[in-house]
């Protein structure tokens, strides 16, 4: 079945990194996604990852991926207030479709 | 380039009703997708489009439907409005050749009362 779970709620204070967490039970999955949501505002997609790397870095965005526990995290560096948003987490099991999502993460970060 | 463009931004409707959302995707793209997001169930996958075709469906009553027109343009259609259809209805594209990379627009924010 497809299932994809995050830790609600996380709160850092500005320049720690963040670290945002998920699990996913669908071994199938060929993509994995990390979207942002700022308040009334729709998805932004902030980076993936194929199923079949472990590691992709963009900038100040980290993703880890342990295929073997089924765990994909997030790290954020130098965590800035404009970060405080809603991050989903998102399996697909075909290049961009049918996304199936965690319920999100809450990151609040503290001046 | 644009961004994926929805319309209208807000609508408000009474049960019963029905109500059309209008999604317009980045230029070149050929693949258009639908998401219900609500407080209780989250972000849900209602539809994908492809060229003028429904590839995927999700699992919604069949008072939720769509369309995509040549252009690639989407509409999706919702019937018989219930109080429970209050929700964001975001839509997505991506070129759909091998386009992993999905982009969501701002969504329509329908209140049903």
């Known amino acids: 079945g497809e299932d994809v779970e995050q830790s609600l709620f996380l709160s850092v204070r500005e320049g720690d990194s963040s670290v945002i967490n998920c699990t996913y039970t669908d071994s199938s999955s060929t993509y994995l996604y990390w979207y942002k949501q700022e308040p009334g505002a729709g998805l932004q997609l902030l980076t993936y990852i194929f199923s079949n790397m472990d590691m992709k870095q963009d900038q100040r965005l980290t993703v880890l991926l342990n295929k073997k526990d089924k765990h994909l995290s997030l790290r954020i560096a130098d965590t800035q207030t404009g970060d405080s948003a809603i991050y989903f987490c998102a399996e697909s099991k075909e290049y961009g479709n049918k996304l199936v999502f965690g319920a999100g993460t809450i990151l609040r970060v503290k001046s | 380039k644009a961004g994926v463009t929805q319309t209208p931004r807000y609508l408000i409707k009474t049960r019963g009703q029905q109500v059309t959302l209008s999604c317009s995707p980045i230029?070149?793209?050929?693949?258009v997708s639908w998401y219900q997001q609500t407080p209780g169930q989250g972000l849900q996958f209602l539809f994908e489009y492809f060229s003028e075709t429904q590839r995927n469906k999700g699992n919604f009553p069949g008072r939720f439907s769509g369309r995509q027109f040549s252009n690639s343009r989407s509409e999706m259609n919702v019937s018989t409005l219930e109080l429970g259809d209050s929700a964001l209805y975001l839509c997505?594209?991506?070129?759909?050749?091998?386009?992993?990379?999905?982009?969501f627009g701002s969504g329509t924010q329908l209140s049903v009362l």
């Open positions: 230029s070149g793209h050929r693949s």
């Open positions: 997505a594209s991506r070129s759909g050749q091998g386009g992993e990379k999905l982009f």
